[in-house]
């Protein structure tokens, strides 16, 4: 059974940090390209950052380019999203998803690329 599991989220204050983690079981950790995503309350939930298997590629949404950083450790099996110059307009419950390598399309910002999703983890950036 895979399962993915976020930490790390939490209250914040405008520019301020945090790091987002997100572990996996249950999967060949080193053949899934791994995602974030985020969804704020009434919107869409909306591609944040993904890096592939190797970590050699990461590709971020503008919003979030020059202040975010994804990064993997395929021994801990484990995802990270460091988070910095946080703004208010970040306030939203963060979700980390998994692409297999021989499901994957090319399309990493769209959520239904992605075979596998956790639970969320609020982050909320007080003004």
């Known amino acids: 059974q895979v399962q993915l599991v976020e930490s790390g989220g939490g209250l914040v204050q405008a520019g301020g940090s945090l790091r987002l983690s997100c572990a996996a079981s249950?999967?060949?950790?080193?053949?899934?390209?791994l995602g974030w995503f985020r969804q704020a309350p009434g919107k869409d939930r909306d591609f944040v950052a993904v890096i592939s298997w190797s970590g050699m590629n990461t590709y971020y949404a503008d919003s979030v380019k020059g202040r975010f950083t994804i990064s993997r450790d395929n021994a801990q099996k484990t995802v990270y999203l460091q988070m910095n110059s946080l703004k208010p307009e970040d306030t939203a419950v963060y979700y980390c998803?998994?692409?297999?390598?021989?499901?994957?399309?090319?399309?990493?910002?769209?959520?239904?690329?992605?075979?596998?999703w956790g639970q969320g983890t609020q982050v909320t950036v007080s003004s």
């Open positions: 249950g999967l060949t950790f080193s053949r899934y390209a």
């Open positions: 998803a998994a692409v297999s390598v021989t499901n994957y399309n090319g399309s990493y910002s769209a959520s239904r690329q992605y075979d596998y």
